[in-house]
């Protein structure tokens, strides 16, 4: 391989990086959601804004300095299942507290180092494709 050839193949990894970059975090930052929607506590009772159902993904940042994802939960009640509350009466008496799950904040930790392997061995494996071919 000649030293333009190269080049040239360069180019056009730095050319297609970014939207590669962003298709890898999508699927990582998908199968984070995934382990936290499995991780997340149901109630057994059907309602609007349920928490196992309310997980959403919104991609922000424009260059690949910048990009991120981030997983939300659209469920008005998350904070509380996640880091506890007072228990308090209809007049405002405090009768008990109910500890936090911290079940997203387990995931996470659990998880992290398994999908960023994963994504970084997908990006890998994408320029290396477009080098070689």
Known sequence: MKIEDFTAKLKDVAGVFPKEQETVLKRGAAKMRKAIRSATPDSG???KRKLKKSWKI???GLT???IQAEIYSSSSHFHL????HVLKTR????IGYVQGRFFMKK???AQK???S???VTALYKMVKGRLDG
């Open 91 to 94: 007049t405002g008496r405090v």
């Open 58 to 60: 919104r991609m922000n």
């Open 107 to 109: 995931t996470v930790d």
């Open 64 to 66: 690949r300095e910048s």
């Open 81 to 84: 299942v996640e880091r506890g």
């Open 117 to 119: 392997e994963e994504m």
């Open 113 to 115: 180092d398994k999908i």
């Open 45 to 47: 009772v059907e309602h």
